[in-house]
């Protein structure tokens, strides 16, 4: 099949893996499951090869980022890889002055406040991520049938850490900005979503098999003004990568009263958090979408028993599912036992296995 082709009907090496049937909802031998923040610095492997390297570098050079996407997939043997990056990284590359501090998170020099901040976030194109488009090669040619999901932090997300500056707990000058003057909230929230979207191109032409658009922190606002607000420019960034046939999935954190919205916006998968069991947030989200969750990633420090206690009532709550991904509610723990989360992905394999 010519790359071109592929590109358009999402037929990568993966294609009848376990993890994109399930988005599909296709039947499957057993139910799919991954790890939001699967890489990082619960894996002691990655502690080491990231010793002295600052995070924003380790995302620039393609045999680290390679090496780091693998080690949960060779530990765990979880159904699919994610991409070792961070949202941050396309705002980075249009030249935002932004850095990743140590225990912080993304931190912003100058945060974007006004319209003349707005020049600031120019096009991306796929020459400002070199580095991306050459990982992502290494990577599916290691991965062979193990699937490659490529992600981008959503436009909502991605202006709070701009407008705010850093991480925030009530987003109070994002929502003042998006409150007080909508018009320029639309317009950075319009770049952003083009930022987000070329990102995402860029990682499905060079061979990722899925997208996931991270909307962390959009359970912050209520369904009406995430509607009037944020979905627009969510929506536009599904609609541009809806041509290349691989499956798009939403997700966000306390996002219960936001989730029919989210599928809504143009999702082909919907992660749910904890705080909705997946029975019920399939009924919110409606039919035609596959789930994904949703663990509290907490429970995995309890005893084993336990454990396997909460991971079997998460597979009994999407029993009835067309498309259920097995995965946490948000990301691994940084303190979390790797043994746990290798027993969970047997665990999950061996109850689901039909
Ligand atoms: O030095 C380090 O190890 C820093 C920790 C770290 C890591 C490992 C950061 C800083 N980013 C990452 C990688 C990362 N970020 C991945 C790849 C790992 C994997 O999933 O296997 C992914 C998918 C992200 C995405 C990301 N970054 C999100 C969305 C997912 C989520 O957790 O909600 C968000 C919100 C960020 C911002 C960010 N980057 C880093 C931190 C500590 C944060 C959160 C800060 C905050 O609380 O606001």
């Given at each position: 099949m010519s790359e071109r082709s592929q590109h358009q009907t999402g037929?990568?090496?993966?294609?009848?893996s376990p993890f994109l049937r399930a988005c599909r909802r296709e039947p499957v031998p057993h139910t799919p499951v991954w790890f939001m923040?699967?890489?990082?610095?619960?894996l002691p492997e990655y502690r080491k090869v990231r010793e002295g390297v600052p995070m924003l570098e380790s995302c620039m050079r393609p045999e680290l980022v390679t090496e780091i996407t693998l080690q949960p997939v060779r530990r765990h043997g979880v159904d699919a890889a994610i991409f070792f990056s961070d949202i941050v990284v396309p705002l980075k590359a249009v030249g935002i002055d932004l850095d990743i501090k140590p225990g912080v998170g993304p931190v912003v020099e100058n945060p974007v406040r006004s319209r003349a901040d707005l020049a600031r976030l120019r096009p991306l194109s796929g020459d400002d991520v070199p580095y991306v488009t050459e990982a992502v090669r290494l990577l599916t040619a290691e991965l062979g049938t193990t699937p490659l999901i490529g992600f981008a932090g959503a436009p909502f997300t991605l202006a709070s850490y701009l407008v705010e500056g850093g991480p925030s707990r009530n987003h109070e000058h994002t929502k003042a900005l998006m409150y007080g003057d909508p018009e320029l909230w639309a317009d950075l929230l319009d770049r952003l979503a083009d930022i987000t979207a070329a990102f995402l191109k860029v990682q499905i032409e060079a061979g990722a098999s899925a997208v996931q658009l991270f909307?962390?922190?959009?359970?912050?606002?209520a369904p009406a003004d995430y509607r009037r607000h944020v979905m627009p420019a969510s929506a536009k960034v599904f609609d541009a990568v809806a041509g290349y046939g691989v499956p798009r999935i939403h997700f966000g954190v306390g996002t219960g009263e936001l989730l029919g919205l989210m599928g809504e916006a143009g999702a082909d998968v919907v992660g749910a958090d904890w705080r909705v069991p997946l029975d019920e947030a399939a009924r919110r989200v409606g039919p035609g979408k596959a789930l994904q969750g949703n663990l509290d990633?907490?429970?995995?420090?309890?005893?084993r028993e336990a454990v396997e206690e909460k991971a079997a009532a998460v597979l009994s709550a999407a029993a009835g599912l067309e498309g259920h991904i097995f995965n946490l509610g948000h990301g691994v723990l940084?303190?979390?036992?790797?043994d746990a989360l290798t027993r969970l992905v047997e665990f999950v394999h061996e109850r689901s296995a039909r």
């Open positions: 037929r990568t090496a993966a294609y009848d923040r699967q890489a990082g610095r619960s909307d962390s922190w959009v359970g912050a606002l990633p907490a429970v995995l420090f309890a005893p940084p303190t979390t036992e790797p």
